[in-house]
């Protein structure tokens, strides 16, 4: 039997090591970190974290219980491939390219829609947002009514919601109907990430609008230098255009987009104390 991996990522180790003080050097890398509930900065491996014990597992199936961890072990290399090709197409000075886009074949880009959209059915984000659900249901229906439920139960549901690939279908669906833009930032304040990395930007008024909705773009940054943010097609740009960024401004506010989409945890490939007195300064 091989090694049973009790501690499971909910994002991979190999999407984070992109964030790594000395570059990606794998799991190995040596990253940032912030405990966004406790204040709490520090530095350690990529391939620790973020993870949670036994997180996927399904007891009731036995023997097959870490079935969910093999499957993301299998595709996650899929995904290292994806992101390290991706990343190796863009060209940082403006002046050293030979087109205004990103030379990323179609194939590649509808693979990596998928792995975002597998992606947001891993977070803690997901099983928070059941037992908010949950939560509202045991306030305003008659008492009764509803049964219990505890923290395995939402486990179960999420556990479900990946298996039917059904929440994952209808994301990488909507990321495929996008203009992809690629954002390469020339400011010194990096790209952060999360445990939580694809997130909606809602650039309506309107507090509550659907997945699918124009008012909402999406958004990945995929190492310290370069983002992707997903537009409706109605946008001037054609896909994989590259978006230079100088304004530290702009920078900061995605991360604070990314800071407030958060659960637990925050990466870096610059220390915290650095980020947080640029952060203060640019969105004061």
């Known amino acids: 039997m091989g090694k049973e991996y009790t501690k499971q990522h909910i994002v991979p180790s190999c999407y984070i090591a992109n964030f790594g003080a000395n570059g990606n050097e794998g799991r190995k ?34 023997e097959n219980k870490k079935i969910l961890e093999l499957l993301f072990q299998k595709i996650e290399t899929d995904l ?3 992101l390290k090709e991706l990343i190796c197409s863009i060209t940082f000075e403006k002046k050293d390219r030979k087109g205004c886009y990103v030379d990323y074949p179609l194939s590649k880009r509808q693979a990596l829609s998928a792995q975002f959209a597998m992606q947001i059915q891993r977070t803690n984000l997901l099983r928070k947002q059941f037992e908010y659900i949950y939560d509202q249901l045991k306030a305003h229906v008659p008492c009764g009514s ?5 923290k ?3 486990k179960r549901l ?5 298996l039917s690939f059904d929440l994952a279908h209808f994301y990488a ?42 008012d909402l773009t999406y958004y990945i940054p ?42 637990r945890m925050l990466f870096s490939n ?15």
């Not at 509803?146 to 505890?150: A, G, R, T």
């Not at 001037?236 to 506010?253: G, Q």
Request: hydrophobic share 35%.
């Open 29 to 62: 890398s040596s990253i940032y970190y912030y405990l966004k509930e406790k204040g709490i900065s520090g530095c350690g491996c990529a391939g620790d974290f973020p993870v949670e014990g036994n997180y996927y597992d399904i007891p009731e199936l036995g």
């Open 270 to 284: 610059k220390d915290f104390g650095f980020i947080k007195e640029l952060l203060d300064k640019e969105l004061s």
């Open 146 to 150: 509803i049964p219990d439920y505890d």
């Open 222 to 263: 995929i190492s310290p230098l370069f983002a992707i943010e997903m537009y409706p097609k109605s946008v001037k740009w054609n896909d994989l255009f590259c978006f230079d960024e100088y304004d530290v401004k702009n920078i900061a506010l995605y991360n604070m987009y990314i800071e407030r989409e958060c659960t």
């Open 173 to 214: 669906n909507i990321f495929n109907d996008k203009k992809w833009v690629i954002i390469v930032n020339h400011t010194e304040l990096p790209f952060l990430t999360s445990d939580n990395p694809v997130i909606a930007i809602n650039h309506s008024k309107n507090v509550h609008v659907s997945a699918a909705s124009d």
């Open 158 to 162: 999420q556990n479900t919601q990946i």
């Open 152 to 154: 395995s139960d939402f």
């Open 80 to 82: 290292s491939d994806l």
